[in-house]
């Protein structure tokens, strides 16, 4: 349709736009800037160049950030995803009570981080909590799971999971929902046994929600900071300092703006890789 | 096909073994929140002496008097609903519009407008709060509702649901609309809006719990007890050294976590919708 006045599309986009600019656009290039300046939020920026970018290799933050959120963010997509197609697989069924597992487990990806974090830190503590006494009581060794520098990461991995695991199952539950049944029973008709029909029928349609749930999981599980912030601070020595967290930490707790905003280069750049590979897997979901 | 058939074919493992796996799992998922509920109801001596009672020796109401004493509670949940209320409306607002634009009127740079809204998903919160803080401060908005609430006042998300979602309205119906004499804004806001109203419901409700749930934006841009939100408030009672006293931290997540799950309970439908809208 033609607008009704020339002009029209100005001011129905116009609060978008400025909007946009304003509060994305205009900040991801000052960012950029940033990171070639010295600044403490009080005193004149220092241009610096790419100073701030050397020290954090040097220092190995950068590595560091690194590899911590990759950990992580492995740990977290390759478990929700395993366990979010799992609870799908055997919560695909019409009775009421596979109605209100389902309930119960999506309700912990509604609820915030902030209230997972807590009732996980009190579940996990290490003289009194009841995951720690569930242990003791079955001979399990135990650990000060979020006070030890080898575990603590882990155990954030897999609070996160529990977090999430709601939100890929669902994503699952469509997919299965939209494969004809008409399908497996052509394939139960041809001998085939359930394992078969896994295999054959119901992987090969699932393929493109799963390329859908695991590059969203893969973001979510980039940008995770209130469990860290909340559960370990970062902690134990530095163990679960993952980007965001290190990001939050230059600014707030060092003053250090521009190497804050360097550390944020480096990881739209890396949100941007990842982007690109969710494009991918899209185009793969249109052609299948 | 027999019934016998049928049922291998839609249960391969048998009705019981199943059940058993879904108890399990239900416990996994229901278990933390019971824990959460009856630790809330216990004594500080109750937690020193047996922490992993399963059960409170009494309904105490003492570690929810202590939450309230420690914090401005009230406020704290005004302030929470105001933000998210304020943003998910302010998107609404915002949105629709613009995806009226985009979906309905031809106009030379329409795609570029288009493209410039979808590019904003690749800059979420934690890439820009840094220069938003600093442009922030130096207007003298820091610890504002402004704050927290301009920021997220254009949503991606909600502008493309929208854009899709009158897509599917007939062009016939604006026309008519206009042969009337309704402007523009009539059309849009009085008109389309009310026709949208199960997409709107949906993102509504979803932007709402994602915004009443944040925790990043308002720690960033507040440090002013008028305006914290409840998840900060909540948080840091952790923070203020509890030590054992647990029975309080679990009483502020009670009543952090309540409103959400009463929400969800009400309008899960909807806001299931909005999940795999997203797919």
């Given at each position: ?61 950068l590595?560091?950030?690194l ?51 807590l ?5 996990l ?98 940008q ?32 250090r ?32 | 096909?027999?019934?016998?058939e049928?049922?291998t ?10 059940n ?51 914090m ?33 009127l ?20 934690q ?12 207007v003298?908005?820091v610890n ?7 920021p ?9 649901l ?7 309205v ?33 993102f ?76």
């Amino acid at each position: 349709m033609r607008p009704s006045r020339r002009l029209d599309p100005l001011w129905m986009l116009g609060p978008t736009l400025v909007l946009l600019v304003v509060f994305f656009f205009v900040p991801l290039l000052q960012a950029a800037k940033s990171s070639l300046y010295e600044w403490d939020l009080l005193t004149e920026p220092r241009y610096v160049g790419l100073d701030n970018y050397r020290a954090l290799i040097d220092s190995g933050e950068l590595g560091h950030a690194l590899s911590t959120t990759l950990i992580m963010s492995a740990v977290v997509v390759v478990g929700s995803m395993t366990l979010g197609l799992a609870l799908a697989l055997a919560l695909n069924r019409p009775t009421r009570f596979a109605a209100f597992v389902r309930s119960a487990i999506f309700s912990a990806y509604v609820v915030s981080w902030v209230s997972v974090a807590l009732l996980w830190l009190w579940v996990l503590d290490a003289d009194a909590g009841a995951f720690t006494a569930l242990c003791r009581a079955l001979h399990i060794p135990t650990t000060n799971w979020l006070g030890n520098p080898k575990s603590a990461l882990y155990a954030l991995s897999g609070v996160t999971i529990w977090k999430i695991a709601g939100y890929s199952m669902v994503l699952f539950l469509a997919g299965l929902q939209d494969i004809p049944r008409s399908l497996y029973e052509a394939a139960s008709l041809d001998g085939a046994g359930a394992w078969q029909r896994f295999v054959n029928v119901t992987w090969p349609l699932l393929r493109p929600t799963a390329a859908f749930v695991g590059t969203t999981s893969l973001i979510i599980s980039f940008q995770v900071f209130d469990v860290v912030r909340v559960m370990t601070q970062g902690g134990p020595v530095r163990s679960t300092s993952v980007f965001v967290y290190a990001i939050y930490e230059q600014v707030f707790l060092n003053l250090r703006v521009g190497r804050a905003s360097a550390l944020v280069v480096v990881f739209f750049v890396l949100l941007l890789g990842l982007t690109a590979l969710q494009l991918w897997a899209w185009r793969k979901k249109g052609a299948a | 096909m027999s019934s016998r058939e049928t049922r291998t074919l839609r249960h391969p493992v048998s009705d019981g073994v199943v059940n058993v796996l879904l108890c399990l799992v239900a416990a996994v998922w229901l278990l933390p929140y019971l824990w959460m509920l009856s630790t809330s109801f216990k004594t500080l001596p109750e937690i020193v002496r047996a922490p992993t009672a399963p059960l409170p020796s009494g309904l105490e109401l003492g570690a929810y008097r202590a939450v309230l004493e420690s914090m401005p509670l009230a406020r704290y949940f005004w302030n929470t609903t105001v933000m998210a209320l304020g943003i998910a409306l302010l998107q609404i607002a915002v949105a629709l519009p613009a995806g009226y634009a985009l979906s309905k009127l031809k106009f030379a740079g329409r795609g570029a407008a288009f493209a410039l809204v979808v590019a904003t998903l690749l800059i979420p919160a934690q890439v820009r709060f840094v220069p938003v803080f600093a442009l922030l401060a130096e207007v003298g908005w820091v610890n504002t509702m402004t704050a927290l609430i301009l920021p997220f006042g254009v949503s991606a998300f909600g502008t493309f649901l929208i854009r899709q979602a009158l897509m599917s309205v007939p062009d016939s119906l604006i026309e008519a609309a206009r042969m009337d004499g309704a402007s523009e804004l009539r059309i849009i806001y009085g008109l389309l809006g009310p026709m949208l109203k199960p997409t709107l419901v949906s993102f509504f409700l979803f932007s709402f719990v994602y915004h009443w749930n944040d925790y990043f934006w308002p720690l960033v841009m507040t440090t002013d007890d008028a305006v914290r939100t409840l998840p900060l408030g909540i948080a840091l009672l952790r923070e203020q050294g509890t030590g054992v006293r647990w029975h309080i931290v679990m009483a502020g997540n009670v009543l952090l976590s309540a409103p959400a799950l009463a929400v969800f309970a009400v309008a899960q439908k909807h806001l299931l919708r909005a999940v795999a809208n997203k797919a």
